[in-house]
């Protein structure tokens, strides 16, 4: 079964708007880790933000925010102000149990792309 | 830079020959992961190894071979390349803390011709 679901094979956005991209997972594991990553056309991957399943309040990284809804099982990543440099792929990753040796799964990934 | 080194940054080789993708993860990270790119797609795992062990198998061919040395570095072996085994690779290495994210190396961009 797909652990996370990103359901955006493709999103648009105009500049300086903020966008929601998705990211739905399963689990049965009260403890784990949810994570975003960028990867720009040049492939490298970049870390965003994480949230843990017991944090209360929702992270925020500068303009990368998660809107986090435990209950929905749901992590979806926030870009305010959109720039040109954000178009990218936009992964979401879950890593079950309390860390060591726990693998990360990744979803299929949204191509964001910020028209100017 | 993410500490986690990968090489070589290209490689292009013929169908049914065999190469060695390396990756030295960040220091004092125990888990490494391998991961596959096809043109435009989303990150396919292959492999994970923990402390030298393998701990998860995703979705790896029997032609391609995995290990993680004492010193914690780790090889990824593919052979018998076909045309599309052309790909990025990734490899990853995170620590044990469930906080922890996975550091990427560059990837090797590999391309079977």
């Known amino acids: 079964a797909q652990k996370i679901t990103q359901t955006q094979p493709g999103m648009f956005v105009q500049e300086k708007e903020a966008v929601t991209l998705d990211c739905t997972y399963d689990t049965s594991d009260p403890s784990y880790g949810l994570f975003w990553y960028k990867q720009p056309s040049s492939g490298e991957m970049i870390f965003l933000i994480y949230?843990?399943?017991?944090?209360?309040q929702n992270a925020t990284e500068g303009r990368y925010s998660l809107n986090f809804q435990k209950a929905r099982k749901s992590a979806n990543l926030v870009i305010s102000a959109s720039q040109l440099g954000d178009s990218a792929m936009y992964f979401c990753?879950?890593?079950?149990?309390?860390?060591?040796?726990?693998?990360?799964?990744f979803g299929p990934g949204t191509r964001l792309s910020v028209l100017p | 830079d993410s500490g986690v080194t990968q090489t070589p940054k290209h490689l292009i080789t013929a169908t049914g020959q065999r190469v060695t993708l390396r990756c030295s993860p960040r220091s004092g990270d125990l888990s490494v992961y391998w991961y596959q790119q096809s043109l435009d797609q989303g990150l396919q795992f292959l492999i994970q190894?923990?402390?030298?062990?393998?701990?998860a198998k995703g979705n790896i061919l029997e032609r391609f071979s995995a290990q993680q040395f004492p010193d914690l570095h780790s090889e990824l072996n593919l052979s018998s390349l076909e045309l599309g085994d052309s790909a990025l690779y990734f490899c990853a290495s995170s620590g044990d803390r469930g906080s922890t994210e996975a550091f990427f190396g560059q990837g090797t961009r590999l391309t079977v011709v």
């Open positions: 949230q843990g399943s017991y944090d209360q």
């Open positions: 990753a879950m890593r079950e149990g309390g860390g060591y040796g726990q693998n990360f799964v």
């Open positions: 190894y923990y402390n030298g062990e393998e701990r």
